[in-house]
């Protein structure tokens, strides 16, 4: 049987120290299998995106222990980690994070560039530019290749930071909050965007979201409660 694609035991993460420590995450147990698309639901602070920072190999727990795609984070240093993520993981986060001097095509590349730059794959840049220009125009942004994150909307700069998470088919998306700015229509596109990756390459979705009824497109719904997902 394949690996999971997250396992996570006993993960704990305080912030601060002394009177001022905020135990955020007080023993997360998580394990989510390729191909599945789960949604994580909770209330404002109650350490969503600082588990999304954990899984996505950003931020380390204080306590417990993490495995993603079999491979025990613990194990890996800076560079396998910024490596792992670049190959194997997609991102989308919570805030905009474009970078402003490229355009939207540009940014949407970055990942593919690293890899190849990296020489992790012999697949030459234009297979990703035609993937990247793909992926534009499935979220219904064909049009704004070649204009840069100022000239577009937040709604536009979002879905552009979707496909930017997408262009390395990653094994493994975490998604921060990704359809916050999105219209009923464009969020139901990135929704099956989601489900397809899960079918087609048998990639794990984890996507953080406050909006109940978007996270009915999941398989599975978790809830972070009191610093553990229930
Ligand atoms: N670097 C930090 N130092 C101290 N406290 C922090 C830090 N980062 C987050 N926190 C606190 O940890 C708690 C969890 O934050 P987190 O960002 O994970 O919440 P969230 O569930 O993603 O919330 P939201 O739905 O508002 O995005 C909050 O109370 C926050 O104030
Ligand atoms: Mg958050």
């Known amino acids: 049987m394949a690996e999971p694609a997250i396992l996570a ?13 905020v135990q955020v995450l007080r023993g997360v147990d998580m394990r ?3 191909g599945e698309f789960v949604a994580v639901l909770g209330p404002s602070g109650s350490g969503k995106s600082t588990l999304l920072n954990m899984l996505g190999l950003m931020d380390r727990p204080d306590e417990g222990e ?9 194990g890996l240093g800076d560079d396998a980690r910024a490596f792992f993520r670049n190959e194997k993981m997609g991102f989308v986060f919570q805030f905009d994070s474009l970078l402003p001097e490229f355009t939207i095509l540009e940014n949407v590349l970055m990942p593919a ?19 990247a220009t793909s992926l534009l125009d499935s979220l219904g ?13 937040g709604g536009e700069r979002q879905r552009a930071a ?4 997408l262009v390395n088919s990653p094994a493994l998306i975490l998604a921060d909050e990704p359809t916050g700015n999105l ?3 464009n969020g139901e596109r990135v929704f099956a965007d989601f489900k397809r990756l899960t079918r087609e390459q048998g990639a794990a979705v984890i996507l953080v ?14 809830r972070m409660d009191d610093g553990v997902l229930r």
């Open 32 to 34: 989510v299998e390729p």
């Open 66 to 74: 993490l495995s993603l795609c079999g491979r025990p984070a613990a």
């Open 9 to 21: 035991r006993g993960v704990r993460k305080t912030y601060g120290r002394g009177p001022a420590a």
């Open 162 to 165: 979707i496909a930017r998470a």
């Open 183 to 185: 219209d009923r229509e």
């Open 113 to 131: 560039r690293i890899t190849r730059a990296q020489g992790l794959t012999a697949e030459p840049l234009a297979k990703a530019v035609a993937h």
């Open 209 to 222: 979201t406050h909006d109940e009824p978007a996270a009915k497109a999941a398989d599975r719904t978790l």
């Open 141 to 153: 942004l064909g049009a704004l290749g070649r204009r840069f994150p100022a000239q577009t909307s």
